[in-house]
């Protein structure tokens, strides 16, 4: 059964809402290497560091780029979903293996989902 116009709405908004938190989070990610940048660039900074400390920074850049990718991942998701839901509303939230309704429930939770869950758990289980 296709997603009313109650339901589309509700999803457009959660997927909106959803793209937002993750430009929000990334935002901070660029303000946040742009600040480390700022702080490294004095002529004192390699001096006044114990290794320890240099490698601690070195592992938290790591972390953070490592939650930018995933934020990023994420987000190309979030507007992969809002492209579908508005080039054909119709038949967002059906499978894209087995066109069955991938239902409002899943949508609500997750709502970038393309499987519905019978397929999501064949495919995680042939992994």
């Known amino acids: 059964?296709?997603?009313t116009k109650k339901q589309l709405e509700h999803l457009e908004k959660r997927l909106l809402d959803e793209r937002a938190r993750a430009l929000k989070a990334l935002g901070l990610f660029d303000q946040q290497t742009q600040e480390d940048r700022e702080s490294t660039d004095s002529d004192f900074s390699a001096y006044t560091d114990h290794m320890a400390d240099q490698g601690t920074e070195a592992?938290?850049?790591e972390k953070a780029a490592?939650?930018?990718?995933k934020e990023g991942r994420y987000l190309y998701r979030l507007e992969e979903a809002l492209r579908r839901m508005y080039s054909d509303p119709k038949n967002f939230g059906k499978c894209h293996t087995c066109s069955a309704?991938?239902?409002f429930q899943r949508l609500d939770a997750l709502p970038h989902a393309r499987y519905c869950i019978d397929c999501k758990r064949k495919?995680?289980?042939a992994a």
């Open 1 to 3: 059964m296709a997603l």
């Open 59 to 61: 592992q938290e850049r």
């Open 66 to 69: 490592a939650f930018a990718t």
């Open 101 to 103: 309704d991938v239902g």
């Open 123 to 125: 495919e995680e289980s």
